[in-house]
């Protein structure tokens, strides 16, 4: 009933910036909060930043000051602007949707997208 669809992976040099984007579509009746998670080779997936329908954010320590998430309520989007791309941050970056009202009632706590791939090079 819901999709994540993502954007704007790819390669990238050390100290350089890319951009994802995600999409969310269906019968979305609300989202309370959108964000983006990583998962790296061997690790497990892990928050990188996340930010509610009302604007709130919250940032892993190691992205502070680097990564910025926004929100389009009306438009069911979230992007991330990622800024000064070291190579710990590679990985498979994830879209979430959590805490999701359909508009026929259903409620689920969590979707996911495909996943997109974010790799930096030295």
């Known amino acids: 009933q819901v999709q994540l669809v993502e954007s704007g992976g790819g390669l990238v040099q050390a100290g350089g910036s890319l951009r994802l984007s995600c999409a969310a579509s269906?019968?979305?009746?609300?989202?309370?909060?959108m964000g983006w998670y990583r998962q790296a080779p061997g690790k497990q997936r892990e928050l990188v930043a996340a930010i509610t329908s009302g604007g709130r954010t919250n940032y892993a320590d190691s992205v502070k000051g680097r990564f910025t998430i926004s929100r389009d309520g009306a438009k069911n989007t979230v992007n991330l602007q990622m800024n000064s791309l070291q190579l710990e941050d590679t990985g498979v970056y994830y879209c979430?949707?959590?805490?999701?009202?359909?508009?026929?009632?259903?409620?689920?706590?969590?979707?996911w997208g495909q996943g997109t791939q974010v790799t930096v090079s030295s």
């Open positions: 979430n949707a959590h805490s999701v009202w359909t508009t026929d009632g259903r409620y689920s706590t969590d979707y």
């Open positions: 269906g019968s979305i009746a609300s989202i309370h909060a």
